[in-house]
């Protein structure tokens, strides 16, 4: 079934990731080519977790140049379940096995493109959250003008307190830093005008909470600045996280579209366009809200990235490059550490 | 000052429209430039309202070929004051002096770009809420792969209740009738996933409620669906729609800006671009969350057109044909009537 999983774990690098290969709607043939592409380009180790027969075939076709495990893991949750239910009755679910990897030391991350809500299950009850988090975020990397933003919450928590919110800023300060690469992370709130007075009882409030703390607070931020680039971490409660990222995909969506259908279908455009096509990729992947590939899942005992429900071949790649960056970064014990800090600051108070 | 104002107001048609030539950021200019022109398009009256020495200035510049009658207000609500004291303390500004046009029946329909705020506040207060709604709305017109669908609130409600959702629901669903001409417009409730039970507290609520009413509900929707045009309705609270509405402007915004920079810039593409511009401007119009001109703001006892702070004159003529057609289709007193019914019922039960 499985062969060297013990040596995976072994004291030296490199990393090992245990990505899901059943989940996504372009599972498993996408998942398992995006995750051999990822050990080439990565140089990581990889176990592919789901139906061992299935996933075989695949890698018979495929033949790729790397070192492959395979962890079978006969059971799926679907996306229709109720995730706390089913990982308790799917304990030989390929998601299930893949956080007991990540939880028994055996691989160093995650990445799924399965259901949310079972990532986001897997993570709490496996993984179990870090101390000082009351609930974990799911950070979502958003393009800018000038290059990218982590906004979170987008869809873990749908209804959020005031500490909620400061701690996903103190999390996605800590996110964009490590792995983003920004020196001083400019946290805004996301809202409905620049204000302080301006929004619902929970932004205002978590407005003054947010100008109290030793982040980087930069005020109210709306959807306009924040595509210009005008901050690096963006907070908010899940259901408005979620409603902003889905708009933004939307609209994305329709553009490129309208663009196809307005320009393409027609005979003396396209033969343009195909000219233009270096410049037409770059715009393309500048504008694409997947380029980043997944949302690192914070507040969590490990690293887990959720990949897109649609995710082909590249996304998976790009998300295990941001699991392997955040592994190196050390971006879990400096989360760890902060709130530690910010414990003993309360406790002195 | 004023001339011909009573016969304006005179039982026959054309309609009088009363435009705030002081509100927005290309004031007056760009809002006399737009309103000339939608008299001399749309064949209705105009009263341009404000400091008139002002307006005269720029009227002889421009020779419009239209009859025009000013209405001398030379006070000015500043984007920053506090509406509601500000309209009290200056009756003489231009905004309380359209909206006092209106009430006194001397213009069918106002428009301002001006402060949001202010609008919202002489709506409520000098033009008075329609019998039965607890809270006005302002009912944002997004564009869609196949048209637009009205989206209410995007922000005059903050917190909102089930009922106001309802009532929001209702108002938009005859809006889209008379003004869309959508047959039986699909209403959409804007959230986190398709089935009943996703969501925050307010929607999940507010899901029943559609539900049971007569409306022609068809569940919850998000982002994607939306702009691909899932909805004719789209109702959600204030915070969350003006949330959404900014998103959307500012993803259209990077898009095009990246666009510009990648294509535009880069000499080759820029002579394709150009031997594309009869598609590009098609494209423009069709992803331009401004093309519509402005926002209806439903519950009021009259009709108010908000169009966005930098309307140029183009926004300016298109929102006065929405104010006209709102107008012509008698969309106000449907409005009350189907609230009326609804008492009926409630009364009835």
New interface residues.
Partial sequence: MMADINSASGAATPITLAVDAMGGDHAPKEIIKGACEGVKRLGCRLILVGDEPHIQRYLSRLKPSVDVTVLHAPEFIDMGENPANAIRRKPNSSIVRCARLVSEGKAQAMVSAGSTGASMAVATLILKRVPGIDRPAIASIF???KGQAVVLDV?AN??CSVENLVQFASMGSIYSRDVMGVRDPRVGL???GEEPTK???L?KAAYKALAQSDLNFIGNI???????GGADVVV?D???G??????????????K???IE??WH?P??KL??I??SP??R??DK??DCEEAGGAPLLGVNGIVVISHGNSKAKSITNAMRLAIRAHEKNTLSHIKKSLKAQVREIVSV
Same sequence: chains 1, 2.
Avoid at 222 to 228: N, V
Avoid at 242 to 255: C, H, P
């Fill in positions: 393009p800018t003008m869809g749908v209804d996301l809202s409905i929004g619902n009882e932004t709306e959807g306009g600045p924040l595509f210009e908010c899940g259901f408005v979620n409603v902003a990222l889905k708009v933004a995909e939307g609209v994305a969506k329709m553009a579209t309208l663009a307005r320009l027609h003396i455009y343009l366009l000219a233009m410049g037409l770059q715009l500048d504008l």
